[in-house]
């Protein structure tokens, strides 16, 4: 080998470590080549924290599962762009939505809640509690002027566990207003509403799930339990479907159970019956 020729190759080879040094440190921060824009970009993350363990899917990929300890998941390294992403787990209903993933950032979900398909339900031989219900519903025109409601069509309303948003329902529409500022995904400003969801039902009841991002909506013969987050689409799970006009159900977020009592219709004087006679049962999600 000729020096001329040893001295190119030294050469190369110093262009080349700093080459895959560059490609590397980039890899490292971040970046990634589209292949579609032909440049180098920053990469997104997703990460998601749910209420159990769970599998999770990126475009029907199997990407790993929660951790052990505190249920979370994150992926890092991903092109700007839409996915699918799902959270399943065995006897539960599958949570999903489309993401859009943006250059450097991170889209966070905190609050995934994945709903038994089958809920086990415990008899109460009390009237205690359906009584304690009964005489807590609120005069609903007192009680609205109180938050700034809107004066007209507003069927029911319920505050947050931390006081720092109000949901409401019209006959079909879902709204929540923020007290205070929001700092984690979605940010929201205080004296900012917003429109969830429109329904076709009507809707007659709604509770605050004690996480502050879901609630529960008596909509015709139907309990539902509904996401406020609308990033992506919103997951909703039927708990209870055929339901008797006269049936009551609610969610108490103290005891964090749903209360179920069929076949009502007895005034708040007659809730306290005998042992086995009030036809209650509760459930916990």
Do not use: C
Request: charged residues 25%.
């Amino acid at each position: 080998m000729t020096p001329k020729t040893r001295k190119i190759l030294f050469y190369f080879s110093i262009l080349a470590f700093f080459l895959m040094g560059a490609l590397v440190l980039s890899f490292a921060l971040g970046f990634r080549y589209d292949f579609q824009t032909n440049r180098l970009i920053k990469t997104g993350s997703i990460v998601v924290k749910a209420n159990v363990s769970a599998k999770i899917y990126i475009d029907d990929q199997l990407e790993g599962e929660t951790s052990f300890f505190d249920s979370t998941f994150s992926k890092k390294n991903l092109l700007p762009g839409k996915y699918n992403l799902k959270v399943q787990k065995e006897g539960y209903h599958t949570w999903q939505k489309d993401v859009d993933v943006e250059e450097g950032l991170v889209s966070y979900f905190e609050s995934v809640f994945l709903v038994k398909r089958e809920l086990k339900e415990e008899v109460i031989l009390s009237g205690e509690i359906l009584e304690k219900h009964l005489k807590s519903q609120k005069p609903l025109p007192e009680a609205a002027a109180s938050f700034n409601l809107p004066q007209k069509g507003v069927v029911d309303f319920s505050i947050s566990s931390d006081g720092s948003s109000v949901v409401w329902v019209t006959s079909h529409e879902v709204w929540v207003s923020w007290n205070k500022d929001i700092n984690y995904q979605p940010v929201r400003k205080a004296g900012e509403k917003k429109l969830v969801t429109r329904l076709s039902g009507s809707v007659k009841k709604v509770y605050w799930h004690k996480n502050g991002s879901h609630v529960f909506l008596r909509l015709g013969a139907e309990f539902l339990m509904l996401e406020t987050d609308t990033r992506g689409g919103i997951n909703t799970n039927t708990i209870y479907g055929n339901l008797g006009a006269k049936d009551i159900v609610w969610y108490d977020s103290d005891l964090d159970r749903i209360f179920k009592y069929q076949n009502s219709g007895l005034p708040a004087g007659q809730a306290g019956l005998p042992a086995g006679q009030a036809g209650l049962t509760a459930a916990e999600l």
